[in-house]
T-cell receptor, first 116, second 112 residues
Framework: AQKITQTQPGMFVQEKEAVTLDCTYD???????LFWYKQPSSGEMIFLIY????DEQNATEGRYSLNFQKARKSANLVISASQLGDSAMYFC?????????????WGAGTKLIIKP | DGGITQSPKYLFRKEGQNVTLSCEQN?????MYWYRQDPGQGLRLIYY???????QKGDIAEGYSVSREKKESFPLTVTSAQKNPTAFYLC???????????FGDGTRLSIL
């Protein structure tokens, strides 16, 4: 069974600094996908970035990038030049690409607070 | 714009009452999901459905029921058997294995 571990329950970061949110995964699958979501205090889940296990390059989306280290089974989210609006819960999730139900396995989340 | 609509945004349940949370999507996705989120916690899967008239239990299905009579709709009923229903409920849909799940804005359920 897959498992996602997010070891940082909470983080404080100064505005404009870069942030790294940790995520390690445990899977025996060869083909899998990794996802990051942002959940502001209002509650909606916002998809940020996706990395497939066979993608050779790290995924990037604007200020978000995914530091994918397959041998270490880690998929850390990097936010460059943090903004006050980045304050939120962040969830890492994984999926076996062979799962026809498209189920996601979720981490417990990291609460990020950006200080002005 | 395509998306997922959940209603109501806030819901209050009386003792012994069943309540139904609505979830509608116009993304033409086959797969739909219901999650429960308690304060400060992650998401737990209640039920999911891959096709009309078929659905499977997730990790915490006890005290909940669903139906999938139309592709677009996946309502969740919180029954009186669910003794601790106060939580934030999120509905999601998915269009493919390498695609993200899309979420509605959620429903906050409280006990009166």
């Amino acid at each position: 069974a897959q498992k996602i571990t997010q070891t940082q329950p909470g983080m404080f970061v100064q505005e404009k600094e870069a942030v790294t949110l940790d995520c390690t995964y445990d899977t025996s699958d060869q083909s899998y996908g990794l996802f990051w979501y942002k959940q502001p205090s209002s509650g909606e889940m916002i998809f940020l970035i996706y990395q497939g296990s066979y993608d050779e390059q790290n995924a990037t989306e604007g200020r978000y990038s995914l530091n994918f280290q397959k041998a270490r089974k880690s998929a850390n989210l990097v936010i460059s030049a943090s903004q006050l609006g980045d304050s939120a819960m962040y969830f890492c999730a994984s999926r076996s690409l062979g799962d026809s139900n498209y189920q996601l396995i979720w981490g417990a989340g990291t609460k990020l607070i950006i200080k002005p | 714009d395509g998306g997922i609509t959940q209603s109501p945004k806030y819901l209050f349940r009386k003792e012994g009452q069943n309540v139904t949370l609505s979830c509608e999507q116009n993304l033409n996705h086959d797969a739909m999901y219901w999650y429960r989120q308690d304060p400060g916690q992650g998401l737990r899967l209640i039920y999911y459905s891959q096709i009309v008239n078929d659905f499977q239990k997730g990790d915490i299905a006890e005290g909940y029921s669903v139906s999938r009579e139309k592709k677009e709709s996946f309502p969740l009923t919180v029954t009186s058997a669910q003794k601790n229903p106060t939580a934030f409920y999120l509905c999601a849909s998915n269009g493919g294995s390498n695609q993200p799940q899309h979420f509605g804005d959620g429903t906050r359920l409280s006990i009166l």
